[in-house]
């Protein structure tokens, strides 16, 4: 016989865009590159058409590596010292960010504290569409540090001319710990070793730099280098001692620990462009101001639609009943455009009350009596008494007006009747 609690089951909906949308990019462009999903706006570039909204989202696929690489376009890059430029590689693009790779500003030291390896860390994203984002933190790992960080200069924006403005504008954001050289490297733990620190707000440019307070003689022994970077604050966990150690460290750090930059059309409000040819918002979907920054704005689908905004012709609806295991209904399930209706089973209403308990109390059962009018009947679980139509149900018999059960209520486990779905009774 057929348990009524079966038709509980309540999943999260969670529904994922690209599982149905057919638009991802522009008709005739891929939308992968390699494992990338480039989305429009953005597109892979192409030589028989524009796939992108504009330049700024262009993407270069290169096929020369195995697997391909995906880079944004090259007035957007990141620098390694002065004069060295570098392209950005892109990890991924949802609707709000692009993940690039990490760039990490390296000093390494030997053990006369004479200066072996120096690379710098910086970025420029400036006259385009993309900031960085505040899901980054300035990080610095290191025993003997303090990291310096400027922003690029505007007036030297471009390619080929970005110099270190630390001289006069710069910051001197961190000083690194309390170094105390008898300390044994195994204490070296989370905020000792490694300072973590949020981001200016609006940042489209950095250069970092990682500095020495004593040229790491007194912790040679168990950290020759310092490093820092802007990174997913959430992506990285400082390890102690073994990434003081680690050689693989910036390889390892530029791999697994992404740059966040948020990115944004235009840059101007909704209202500003919801009349002219640069409002890329197509049907079922909103536009939303993007307030910080530059503004600008962004489209999402409408809630109950999914699909791509961007492209025409926009957000298509989600059947929220089609997989019967995940749809939201207890009773049969209806489609309507941005959402969806549920309706009873024959022999039971729609209840009023705002109550999340089902009709069979705890330690119960449901009984599905079948036949014409359908109907149910609850019943205690085996073992257990009481009423099964009244809180707090059944309970279990061997228990009752002992002391000497105290393991027992272990077992008086929710059965599976509360749900936001049990909101039907008998007619
Ligand atoms: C691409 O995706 C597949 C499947 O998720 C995974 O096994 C593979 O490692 C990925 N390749 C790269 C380069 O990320
Ligand atoms: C792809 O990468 C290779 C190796 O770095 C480089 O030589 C080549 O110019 C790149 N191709 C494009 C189209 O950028
Ligand atoms: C450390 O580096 C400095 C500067 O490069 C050099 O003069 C010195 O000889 C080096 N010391 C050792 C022990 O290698
Ligand atoms: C119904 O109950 C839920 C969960 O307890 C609550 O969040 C919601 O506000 C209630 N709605 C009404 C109309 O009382």
Redesign the pocket.
């Known amino acids: 016989m057929d348990i009524f609690i079966l038709i509980l089951y309540i999943s999260h909906l969670t529904f994922s865009a690209a599982a149905t949308s057919n638009n991802i990019a522009l008709p005739g462009c891929s939308s992968k590159c390699g494992n990338l999903t480039v989305a429009f706006p953005f597109g892979i570039v192409s030589d028989s058409r524009s796939c992108s909204l504009n330049p700024y989202f262009d993407i270069t696929c290169n096929t020369s590596f195995n697997p391909p690489k995906a880079f944004l376009r090259s007035n957007l890059f990141s620098t390694s010292g002065i004069g060295k430029f570098n392209p950005l590689e892109v990890v991924s693009i949802s609707d709000e960010h692009v993940r690039i790779k990490n760039i990490v500003a390296s000093k390494c030291?030997?053990?006369?504290?004479?200066?072996?390896q120096d690379h710098k860390s910086g970025l420029v994203v400036a006259e385009s569409y993309f900031m960085l984002s505040q899901l980054n933190n300035l990080i610095t790992v290191g025993c003997d540090e303090f990291t310096l960080m400027s922003e690029v200069s505007s007036s030297k924006k471009t390619q080929g001319q970005v110099e270190d403005t630390s001289r006069s504008d710069s910051r001197r954001i961190e000083r690194n710990n309390e170094f105390n050289p008898h300390a044994h490297y195994n204490t070296i733990t989370q905020g000792i070793g490694c300072c973590k620190m949020n981001l200016p707000t609006n940042l489209r440019t950095y250069l970092a730099s990682v500095n020495t307070l004593n040229n790491h003689r007194d912790v040679w022994a168990f950290d020759k280098c310092g490093y820092t970077f802007v990174g997913e604050q959430s992506a990285f966990l400082f390890q102690g001692a073994s990434d003081l150690k680690d050689p693989n460290f910036v390889s390892r750090t530029v791999e697994t620990v992404p740059v966040v930059l948020d990115w944004v059309i235009g840059s101007r409000s909704c209202n500003d462009y919801k009349s002219s040819s640069d409002y890329h918002c197509h049907e079922n979907s909103v536009c939303v101001d993007i307030k910080n920054g530059n503004g600008g704005y962004r489209c999402s689908c409408k809630k109950g639609y999914e699909g791509n905004p961007y492209v025409s012709p926009g957000c298509h609806d989600i059947d929220e009943c089609s997989d019967p295991k995940t749809n939201p209904c207890d009773g049969a399930c209806t489609n309507l455009p941005g959402s969806y209706k549920c309706s009873c089973p024959r022999g039971y209403k729609q209840d009023r009350r705002n109550t999340s308990i089902y009709y069979c109390q705890k330690n119960s059962v449901c009984l599905d009596l079948g036949g014409e009018n359908g109907g149910l009947r609850c019943s205690c679980k085996n073992g257990y008494e009481g009423n099964p139509y009244l809180s707090p149900g059944c309970h279990g018999s061997v228990c009752r007006g002992s002391v000497t059960c105290s393991g027992e209520r272990d077992s008086f486990r929710e059965s599976g009747d509360r749900g936001s779905g049990g909101l039907m009774s008998k007619v």
């Not at 030291?109 to 072996?116: D, P, R």
Request: net charge neutral.
């Open positions: 030291y030997n053990q006369t504290g004479g200066l072996i």
